[in-house]
């Protein structure tokens, strides 16, 4: 069984949020329920200023906190790594957000995050959030697939509707490969200048772990103990930043 | 005489409380649910919670009211279960009011879940031993049970008797278990160094303990109508010593260890603690909180003079029941206001506001424990000689 995992290459990545619009229209998320974001931040102080981002999904971590909060189970891990959430079972108290220290999940019953209020243009059918016209036909509440009905948290799910169909064995998911290319995440699939890298880490052989080792891939925020599964290679010298809570670090 | 004091001390019928109570936890229900009817029309799209303040109003009224429910418990419980002077006539009082509580906590909770009803059997039923939220539903209930049964004992025996010792400790445990778990629910969450310790369930109890204390010395002065004469001998030596004393002491202990947290905090440079502290402090919450809630009473319930008025007593247990929501408030909310990767979306601290139906909710919540209480007192109460 495969460990799926995602390496970012912040050298090549141009902070276009082409990956952030794929995973929008994928999934159907509301505007502001950025599954996959890229957060800009600047670093430095006037005029000594420079504007960085960085490309953000669900860290899928080995040993996710937002999984063991979980009062019900509704969040889970499945067999191939993946961090899931059964809206079947989520009763939406948003703990597992507050246990989240990438801020990566949304609970969209609340004000819109974002203007204008597509949920009212769009009522929500059939215990749907929102209903919009055109829909990814894959649903399934089960693996927090499709649009999520009221009441629930939703999150990234590697676009579990497609790896999860991926070829047995298969080390990578590449869009470049026409066996994998339909079940590459949408993120991925459509990252222009290829600063995404979709596969199998506990398969040597493996671009993303070739990759890994050869750059030193890091991960966001080690010191918490979550483990994710998605790498950042940052290049000579650099490194994921901190977003520190304090404005004057003038960071974000 | 005699007659007046069984009355008295049972918390009867011609009680300043019980003539007030009733129809103010009424027009406090009305006025709440109609007040929130929109949340019932729309959903929690009127709440200002969401994505970005996950936990708002709503979660601070229920994990106050839990904290006042489990504090009341407690102390009652072990001032029974010591035999102490002078608890037997207020325990069943004061466990009706820890069960009302616990009602009105519970309701604010099921109003701000988004599926309320299927928690009721997703939580016991999945089993998740992990989750410090399942072990505070476990203990919760397991407060809930026993204290219902001690109530319903207390109709046919007196309090302190030794036939409901066990059920005694069962609830004593199940109340700091209660409270210790709630305290967890915080303070696992390394993510979040404003709430992460270890000690935060001890932080809790020194709060849970202010607030029952408090809470229990207001009831009994307004349950006799702020007279002395009207309480049997030994309810009265317990609230012109005894507990005032306690309280004092307590309180010290509570003011020490806020004064512990927010001093660490400002020293602290680390990231995501610090600035909340500096937030803290720049807020005209806290300083109503510090010194209006907490070092006022503590200089009243200090002088010897003072200590013993039952009017003191009531307003100093007023300011300390107002001090400990706010500081529940600025807990909950505190622990949220640093936006975890949002970049440039959230520029420096997360903003928020209870919206007008939040208010709402907490006061339709409050007003739901008083009426329990005010309902559960008719129901328990043993019928008078």
């Not at chain 1, 860290?59 to 191939?80: F, I, L, N, Q, R």
């Not at chain 1, 994710?228 to 994921?240: A, D, K, R």
């Not at chain 2, 109003?57 to 010591?82: D, E, K, N, Q, R």
Request: glycine fraction near 10%; proline fraction near 7%.
């Amino acid at each position: 069984m495969a460990k799926w995992g995602m390496v970012i290459d912040l050298e090549k990545c141009t902070g276009c949020q082409a990956c952030t619009t794929a995973c929008a229209m994928e999934n159907n998320t509301l505007p502001g329920e950025a599954w996959q974001d890229v957060l800009y931040y600047h670093e430095g102080q006037y005029p000594n200023t420079s504007i960085k981002w960085l490309p953000r999904p669900c860290m899928h971590c080995e040993d996710p906190s937002c999984m063991h909060v979980c009062p019900t189970e509704a969040t889970y891990k499945t067999e191939d790594g993946v961090v899931l959430i059964d809206w079947n079972k989520c009763i939406g108290c948003k703990y597992c957000m507050i246990a989240c220290p990438y801020g990566v999940r949304f609970f969209t019953d609340e004000k819109p995050l974002l203007e204008p209020d597509l949920k009212a243009m769009f009522p929500g059918e059939n215990g749907q959030q929102w209903s919009p016209p055109y829909q990814n036909p894959e649903s399934d509440w089960r693996h927090g697939v499709g649009i999520q009905p009221k009441g629930v948290v939703s999150k990234c799910t590697f676009c579990y509707h497609k790896i999860s169909k991926a070829p047995e064995g298969v080390a990578d998911l590449d869009e470049d490969d026409p066996e994998t290319k339909e079940y590459t995440p949408a993120c991925v699939r459509t990252c222009a200048p290829k600063a995404r890298y979709f596969g199998d880490l506990d398969n040597p052989n493996s671009k993303v772990n070739q990759l890994i080792a050869d750059k030193r891939g890091v991960r966001l925020l080690d010191h918490t103990g979550n483990k994710p599964q998605v790498y950042y290679l940052t290049g000579e010298g650099g490194s994921v930043p901190a977003f520190g809570s304090d404005p004057s670090q003038d960071q974000g | 005489m005699s007659a007046q004091v069984q009355s008295a001390s049972t918390g009867g019928g011609t009680s300043m409380v019980s003539l007030l109570l009733l129809p103010l936890a009424i027009i406090g229900l009305l006025i709440g649910a109609y007040g929130m009817r929109e949340m019932f029309t729309v959903g929690h799209s009127v709440l200002n919670t969401g994505t970005e303040m996950m936990w708002g109003l709503p979660v601070v009224t229920y994990a106050y009211l839990a904290l006042t429910s489990f504090g009341v418990a407690i102390v009652a419980t072990v001032g029974a279960m010591f035999r102490i002077p002078g608890f037997g006539p207020i325990y069943r009082r004061c466990l009706t009011l820890a069960l009302g509580l616990s009602v009105g906590g519970l309701l604010a909770l099921f109003l701000e879940l988004g599926h309320p009803f299927r928690a009721l059997y997703a939580i016991p039923l999945n089993f998740q031993f992990r989750s410090p939220l399942y072990w505070m539903g476990f203990f919760w209930l397991l407060f809930i049970v026993p204290l219902v049964l001690m109530l319903l004992k207390l109709r046919t025996m007196p309090a302190g008797s030794s036939a409901s010792r066990p059920l005694e400790i069962v609830l004593l445990i199940a109340a700091l278990g209660a409270l210790g778990t709630q305290g967890l629910v915080y303070g696992m969450m390394g993510m979040r160094p404003f709430w992460f310790g270890a000690t935060l369930p001890l932080y809790f109890l020194a709060g849970a303990l202010v607030v029952g204390l408090a809470l229990v010395i207001l009831l009994t002065n307004l349950a006799h109508d702020l007279n002395r004469d009207k309480m049997p001998e030994p309810t009265r030596q317990l609230m012109g010593s005894t507990l005032p004393n306690v309280l004092l002491v307590v309180l010290a202990l509570y003011i020490l260890t806020t004064i512990g947290r927010v001093v660490t905090g400002l020293w602290s440079s680390l990231d995501g603690h610090q600035v909340v502290y500096v937030n803290m402090m720049n807020s005209t919450l806290f300083h109503l909180e510090f010194f209006g809630g907490l070092l006022l009473p503590f200089v009243l319930l200090a002088l010897p003079g003072l200590r013993t008025n039952p009017l003191v007593q009531v307003l100093a247990s007023l300011l300390l029941v107002i001090a400990l929501f706010i500081g529940r408030y600025e807990f909950t909310i505190g622990g949220q206001l640093v936006p975890l990767f949002k970049g440039n979306w959230i520029p420096g601290l997360i903003q928020y506001t209870p919206s007008t139906v939040e208010w709402m909710l907490t006061l339709t919540t409050v007003s739901v424990a008083l009426l329990v209480y005010a309902i559960a007192e008719k129901l328990f109460n043993p019928p008078r000689a």
